[in-house]
């Protein structure tokens, strides 16, 4: 089975940097997602890691490390429109599994004024 | 392009009752996915398909029958509705490449009484 963990709740102050983590065990691994859900919305992508190391797209940063099964995502000069729910989600890989996402179950961040 | 749609929105049944959850994209993705999303849980798989009229399980399958006779359409059947598939379902596509990101639809929000 696939095992992927991260935290239930983050609050930081708006114009902050927080940092969201996320380990995973899965039976393979050909992938790493990150997706933002607003409350009763449908999840959208902020990034991809596939190779180790930092990709960083404007505000937002994603970092993985294959051999330590870990990935976080960094929210930084954080707005009142951050507040969100924070997926992390992992691609097995291997013929027909290649698009089959694992989702962990979401970390909620509350931006404060 | 209207992306992934879903219909209905929100729907409540009662106990036995079937219905069919719509899902369509106009994106000429080959890849299609069900989930559902209940509280603490995450998004879980329900069934995926790689392409027209191949359709496999995911993670949590029973209760629900899927078909995909064509690329653009994948509906989801439950076929005696239980209190335990109350929640909210998301329909998703991705392009073919592993490294695509999948798009998701609005949800449908299912209570069943």
């Known amino acids: 089975g696939q095992n992927i963990d991260q935290p239930t709740e983050m609050t930081a102050t708006e114009g902050a940097i927080v940092q969201i983590n996320c380990t995973y065990q899965t039976s393979g691994f050909n992938g790493l997602f990150w997706y933002q859900q607003h409350a009763g919305e449908a999840p959208t992508f902020l990034s991809y890691n596939v190779l180790d190391g930092l990709e960083e797209k404007g505000r937002f940063s994603s970092f993985l490390s294959r051999s330590k099964g870990y990935s976080y995502l960094l929210l930084k000069e954080l707005q009142m429109k951050d507040s969100a729910s924070y997926l992390c989600?992992?691609?097995?890989?291997?013929?027909?599994?290649?698009?089959?996402?694992?989702f962990g179950a979401g970390t909620t961040v509350t931006v404060r004024a | 392009n209207a992306g992934v749609t879903q219909t209905p929105k929100f729907q409540v049944l009662k106990t036995g009752q079937s219905m069919t959850l719509q899902c369509a994209q106009d994106m000429n993705h080959e890849y299609m996915s069900w989930y559902r999303q209940d509280p603490g849980m995450g998004l879980r798989l329900i069934h995926y398909?790689?392409?027209?009229?191949?359709?496999d399980q995911g993670e949590v399958p029973n209760g629900y029958n899927v078909s995909r006779s064509t690329t653009e359409d994948f509906p989801l059947r439950l076929l005696s509705a239980a209190p335990s598939q109350t929640s909210v379902y998301f329909c998703?596509?991705?392009?073919?490449?592993?490294?695509?990101?999948?798009?998701f639809g609005p949800g449908t929000r299912l209570t069943v009484l």
């Open positions: 989600a992992v691609r097995s890989g291997g013929g027909s599994n290649d698009y089959k996402l694992s």
């Open positions: 398909s790689v392409g027209a009229g191949i359709t």
């Open positions: 998703a596509s991705s392009p073919k490449g592993v490294y695509n990101e999948q798009f």
